[in-house]
């Protein structure tokens, strides 16, 4: 739903290949109802009646399940990363790290994106049975698990582990945030605007230690990299 005409909308789709409506809401009634409204454009702006981006999943009853906010108009949650969140859809471009006692797959919900885009991100960690590594937080001499992205193409990232279990550790007395066995980490990573249409590869590391009861190993800087395409826009119609 945009404050578009319905000729400005029509010619839009038909050069996306968009698939599902597109609603016109001409003078943003609706989006003045719905509290979108972006008040910091004046009358006398090309963009006045522009709302605040937002995406909706709706659940077959109506009712909203989902509220997708992104910074400004520039951005924009990918239907992939929608799909990773709410129906547990697989990544894809995904890498596989290893080292010592732990497994890592890391992928991206789609391996094609415009710039300023956001895209889902999946960690999939496995661990060794008597093994396990760090949730936050930790004292300072422990180092938490963490995944990080370097900023040359990405604008910015977070991360959402499970919440760790507490094991207590009688050598050391202490009671520790771990993780063991299989988990997944879920994550989002937005695109720099404008991203020139070329491959490009996401870089990052993950932080770590791993131990056991009875050793502890020094803590890891685990980098890896993601393909992903940044395809071209297609410009946006002429207005009026």
């Not at 991206?108 to 960690?125: I, M, R, T, Y």
Request: a neutral charge.
């Amino acid at each position: 739903m945009s404050y578009d005409s319905q000729e400005i909308l029509k010619t839009f789709s038909e050069l996306n290949h968009i698939g599902y409506p597109l609603l016109s809401d001409q003078g943003s009634a609706v989006i003045r109802r719905f509290g979108l409204f972006n008040e910091n454009m004046l009358p006398d702006m090309r963009s006045y009646g522009v709302p605040h981006p937002v995406e909706y999943l709706l659940a077959p009853d109506g009712t909203v399940r989902e509220k997708f906010f992104v910074p400004n108009y520039q951005h924009r949650v990918t239907g992939s990363e929608v799909a990773m969140r709410t129906a547990g859809a697989g990544s894809s471009a995904a890498v596989e790290l290893k080292s010592g006692h732990v497994g890592i797959r890391i992928g991206l919900s789609a391996a094609q994106a415009f710039g300023g885009q956001e895209l889902g991100v999946s960690a999939e960690f496995s661990i060794a049975p008597g093994w396990h590594i760090y949730g936050a937080p930790v004292p300072g001499s422990y180092t938490a698990t963490a995944i990080r992205f370097e900023t040359h193409h990405v604008a910015s990232y977070s991360f959402k582990f499970p919440p760790p279990q507490t094991k207590r550790f009688e050598a050391l007395g202490e009671t520790l945030p771990v993780h063991a066995g299989n988990f997944t980490a879920a994550g989002r990573v937005l695109l720099k605007f404008p991203l020139q249409p070329a491959d490009y590869t996401l870089a990052g590391t993950v932080d770590l230690q791993q131990c056991s009861d009875t050793e502890c190993e020094a803590p890891q800087i685990i980098r890896f990299q993601l393909p992903i395409k940044v395809a071209a826009t297609i410009p946006e119609p002429k207005r009026g």
